[in-house]
């Protein structure tokens, strides 16, 4: 494969020869096509910017050398969208040369570190003195961003208003195309099994993944740079496997340079049990916190220091750990039968899987010796299609939508059905629910299978027929085994983990008294 670099450029944190150097022009190959320098910069060294801000459009001027695209974007001018976008952010095709059509490659100029007062909140707005912290997450899934909703509550519960906290999307709206198209990636990936374990698989080795985290570095640095000025963190913490090279390195950069304040911390709270990609442990972070020794042991096989590793769980979310009232009110307050046992069936957020099919068989093989709570998310066709259906004769079946209460719903029933997400069982697990796992995400949801059956607390079964068998089994002799199954579920679990983790994250904000960055002059050229 051959790539065409334009004389004088180099790709920042490689040398310009040897294999490193070779597999990182590759990808930059792929992912940089006809590249028009001509649209850089505007005279006055100032180009525009459409960003993002908590949700809201806002015209910002940026300094510094960049390329711009057809839309005025600070980012990098490339053909192709849509399913193209899917494609080039997933790895295997970062490596294919020609990718978005033809046109030379031509290598990205070192990102410049500077600082814009310009920018909204920027660094000369001190009139919020509150210690700030940032937690960086992507919509790649739902767990992500729960784990950092989980994190904030833990915060105020604990600390009230006493920090600022801003939950970032950071390569959604910080990043340029096609950075800024992982969660639509990640969504189409997952439905294809195959495509998403050869991606996962792909980008385990260190050898894949660094050169491509550099290469994203080299693409991205500017904008993220730019997102610390926005926000003016003391403590910056990832809940993300793809949030810890990047800005990692870009804090260690602007701290050398004089931009951030060097008491400025970065934490890595992992949200997988037990099955977690490699790029979740990077050894430069002051901290990374995860679930289960199973996740401590791969972290030190991959050279984190053993001083930096804290295994206190997963953040779930503060009802949880603040202790939810008996069932029995609980049932009162959801107008649930308090005398007859509660099977909850998840469908996720978007009530996806074989949610139907497992009704009718409940439906069928338990009936009226039990009552079922249905979560279908936001499938609003789901739950008008079981609202519509006919149950036997004195079964109770309560179909939901998207809810908001789910502790509510957890810590009111006695066994619950749904996919291995590994908030959901560590969730399930403080409520003291026998889990069906009945579906599970390829590769970082397969490690949470075996540990919920190793520790007997659960099945693993995807047939609804089955799944309605097993919890028929556990109903038998007055529910005599879903007693015991109830029991190890609330030995197993980690009701304090989050407090544990956000007590010692408060310990890690420490602003430098009378800290001002230092101010970089825009570039002329």
């Given amino acids: 494969m051959a790539t065409n670099m334009v004389p004088g450029t180099c790709l920042h944190g490689m040398s310009s020869s040897g294999d490193s150097a070779t597999i990182l022009a590759s990808i930059s190959s792929s992912i940089i096509q006809n590249v028009d320098p001509s649209m850089g910069m505007k005279k006055d060294g100032v180009s525009r910017q459409h960003h993002i801000f908590d949700g809201k459009t806002d015209q910002q001027q940026m300094t510094g050398r960049r390329f711009c695209s057809t839309k005025n974007t600070d980012g990098i001018w490339v053909k192709g969208k849509g399913m193209s976008a899917v494609l080039a952010t997933s790895a295997v095709p970062w490596l294919l040369a020609g990718y978005g059509g033809g046109g030379q490659a031509r290598a990205v100029p070192l990102w410049k570190l500077g600082r814009s007062d310009r920018i909204r909140g920027g660094w000369g707005d001190r009139s919020d003195a509150k210690p700030r912290i940032m937690i960086l997450m992507s919509d790649t899934g739902g767990g992500h961003r729960a784990s950092a909703e989980a994190l904030r509550g833990g915060f105020e519960h604990l600390y009230g208003s006493k920090y600022r906290i801003d939950i970032v999307d950071l390569w959604t709206h910080h990043t340029p195309w096609p950075y800024n198209e992982f969660p639509k990636s990640y969504s189409f990936m997952v439905k294809y099994p195959f495509i998403w374990r050869g991606n996962f698989t792909f980008t385990q080795p260190k050898f894949v993944h660094v050169p491509l985290s550099t290469a994203m570095h080299v693409v991205t640095g500017s904008r993220i740079s730019?997102?610390?000025d926005e926000y003016r963190p003391n403590l910056i913490i990832s809940v993300h496997p793809?949030?810890?090279?990047?800005?990692?390195?870009?804090?260690?950069?602007?701290?050398?340079?004089?931009?951030?304040?060097?008491?400025?911390?970065f934490a890595t709270v992992v949200t997988d049990l037990t099955t977690c990609h490699n790029t979740w442990f990077y050894h430069d972070v002051d901290r990374c916190f995860v679930a289960t020794e199973e996740s401590k042991k791969q972290a030190l096989k991959l050279g984190m220091p053993e001083d930096k590793l804290r295994v206190y769980g997963l953040p779930i979310r503060p009802a949880f750990s603040q202790g939810l009232p008996r069932a029995k009110a609980l049932?009162?307050?959801?107008?649930?039968?308090?005398?007859?046992?509660?099977?909850?069936?998840?469908?996720?957020?978007?009530?996806?899987?074989p949610v139907e099919k497992t009704v009718d068989a409940v439906a069928e093989q338990i009936g009226a010796d039990a009552q079922l709570v249905v979560v279908c998310g936001r499938n609003a066709t789901l739950v008008n299609k079981l609202q519509s259906k006919a149950y036997p004769s004195g079964m109770n079946v309560h179909i939901q939508g998207f809810v908001t209460n789910m502790p509510e719903y957890m810590g009111a029933c006695d066994v619950i059905i749904t996919k291995a997400g590994p908030g959901t069982i560590s969730e399930a697990l403080i409520c003291g629910l026998p889990l069906v796992l009945n579906a599970f995400v390829p590769c970082q949801e397969e490690g949470n299978i075996p540990y919920v059956t190793e520790n007997k607390v659960g099945v693993f079964e995807t047939k609804p027929k089955k799944v309605a068998s097993i919890i028929k089994s556990w109903l038998d002799n007055n529910g005599k085994e879903l007693k015991v199954l109830s029991k190890r579920a609330k030995a197993l679990a980690k009701p304090d983990s989050l407090f544990d983790i956000v007590k010692e994250l408060s310990t890690m904000v420490r602003p430098t008294p009378g800290f001002k960055p230092k101010l970089m002059p825009a570039s002329s050229s």
């Avoid at 049932?331 to 899987?353: A, F, Q, T, W, Y």
């Fill in 242 to 265: 793809l949030m810890q090279h990047v800005p990692v390195k870009v804090l260690r950069r602007r701290i050398e340079s004089g931009l951030q304040d060097p008491n400025t911390a």
């Fill in 226 to 228: 730019a997102a610390f």
């Fill in 331 to 353: 049932r009162k307050k959801l107008g649930l039968d308090l005398s007859k046992p509660c099977i909850l069936l998840m469908g996720g957020g978007e009530g996806m899987g």
